[in-house]
């Protein structure tokens, strides 16, 4: 009886803050409700709980304040010595009636239309929620809803996508190769893979996020990770990131980090892992450019090269040549501008109607800066 009235509670504080006030914390309602029910307990008191029913008629009644709440309960003293004789001959479908009435308006099904537009497993849950609460109890309704969403949760974060990225001409910006027109306009450079995995990097994902990443870097010389979406991981991902890093140096492949967070970072730092890469730059198109221009060497097996401190890297064909990226204030003007400066390029198809450009091995700043 008391979940009960706890959840009731939790859901109708959700619907009123929705409706009403917009910014109200409903943690701090349930917060409320167990200090007064822990307090309470000393004192031989009942339990507590919010009144839905009553909060729904204040508000309707324009009421915004605490001050409500005292006004309420003046009248509930009155009513219960004056107007409990009265009260005894009302018909239960007549109480009933005003409870309804009272939090008719919270049910929403232009929202549940809402939900089918834009996310069908939310919908279903809304949906699975709704039915489980009018069948079978507010808790074990609650509970089924509760218990499918962290399966679907579950799912997602273990099955997470992963995708190959390609600068958009005429731009610095890198996007997905979804397999669409828009891949004509998508490019990529020989020996150079950007990769990327659309999630947090946990046990749950990190063999199939290995696996993968092995996958798209084993056919080409740097393979740059994309670690922008990864915002945190644990033991087990920091294995598979030293883990990728070794294997793919076994093959020739330099692995390269791009974008990764303060707190990723630091994560890593705790246990060195972030001197398994080769380099580590703040953009995907520094990283990708210091590999056009040979600037990135591949780590030599117990080498802990300190990334954040060296100023210059050891080129393979000559001496340390010391980064210097000009950046231009406007992008080519064409796509015809975009080749001339990239080059002839070599095109071939990949995909549907993809098509990832070539370009030569070039120690030359890298087009669209």
């Known amino acids: 009886m008391g979940s009960s009235g706890i959840n009731a509670e939790y859901m109708g504080s959700s619907g009123i803050n929705a409706e009403?006030?917009?910014?109200?914390?409903?943690?701090?309602?349930?917060?409320?409700?167990?200090?007064?029910?822990?307090?309470?307990?000393?004192f031989s008191s009942f339990p507590v709980m919010g009144g839905f029913s009553r909060t729904t008629v204040n508000l309707q009644a324009g009421a915004r304040s605490p001050l409500a709440i005292v006004v309420s309960s003046l009248f509930m003293v009155i009513s219960l010595y004056a107007l409990t004789v009265p009260f005894y001959y009302l018909p239960m479908p007549v109480l009933g009636s005003i409870v309804v009435t009272s939090v008719l308006h919270l049910i929403d099904l232009k929202y549940l239309w809402e939900l089918f537009k834009t996310d069908i497993p939310d919908a279903l849950i809304f949906i699975v929620a709704f039915l489980g609460t009018l069948g079978i109890g507010i808790t074990w309704g609650i509970i089924t809803a509760v218990s499918i969403a962290i399966m679907r949760f579950l799912y997602f974060s273990t099955s997470?996508?992963?995708?190959?990225l390609g600068?958009?001409?005429?731009?610095?910006?890198?996007?997905?190769f979804a397999g669409g027109e828009d891949d004509e306009m998508l490019v990529t450079l020989k020996n150079v893979e950007v990769f990327r995995m659309n999630a947090t990097l946990?046990?749950?994902?990190?063999s199939e996020f290995r696996e993968r990443a092995l996958q798209a870097g084993r056919?080409?010389?740097?393979?740059?990770?994309d670690m922008s979406p990864i915002s945190s991981l644990d033991s087990v991902g920091l294995q598979a990131l030293r883990d990728l890093t070794n294997d793919l140096r076994k093959h020739g492949v330099a692995v390269?980090?791009?974008?990764?967070?303060?707190?990723?970072?630091?994560?890593?730092?705790?246990?060195?892992?972030?001197?398994?890469?080769?380099?580590?730059?703040?953009?995907?198109?520094e990283a990708v450019k210091?590999?056009?221009?040979?600037?990135?060497?591949?780590?030599?097996d117990g080498e802990e090269d300190d990334l954040?401190?060296?100023?210059?890297?050891?080129?393979?064909?000559?001496?340390?040549?010391?980064?210097?990226?000009?950046?231009?204030?406007?992008?080519?003007?064409s796509a015809e501008e975009d080749e001339k400066e990239m080059g002839t390029p070599d095109r071939e198809m990949v995909g549907l109607a993809a098509v990832r450009v070539e370009e030569k091995d070039s120690h030359e700043p890298f087009p669209g800066d």
């Open 256 to 285: 390269v980090a791009a974008q990764t967070g303060r707190q990723t970072m630091a994560k890593m730092e705790s246990n060195n892992t972030h001197k398994c890469f080769s380099e580590s730059f703040g953009t995907i198109h």
């Open 290 to 300: 210091a590999c056009m221009n040979g600037t990135v060497t591949l780590k030599e």
């Open 160 to 164: 997470p996508k992963f995708a190959s």
């Open 219 to 225: 056919d080409a010389k740097f393979l740059v990770l």
């Open 308 to 333: 954040e401190t060296r100023a210059s890297i050891r080129s393979e064909e000559g001496p340390s040549v010391e980064l210097k990226v000009q950046r231009r204030s406007t992008p080519p003007a």
């Open 202 to 206: 946990f046990f749950g994902n990190a």
């Open 167 to 176: 600068r958009r001409r005429g731009t610095v910006s890198y996007y997905e």
């Open 20 to 42: 009403y006030m917009g910014k109200a914390n409903t943690d701090n309602e349930l917060a409320g409700l167990a200090l007064a029910n822990f307090g309470g307990a000393f």
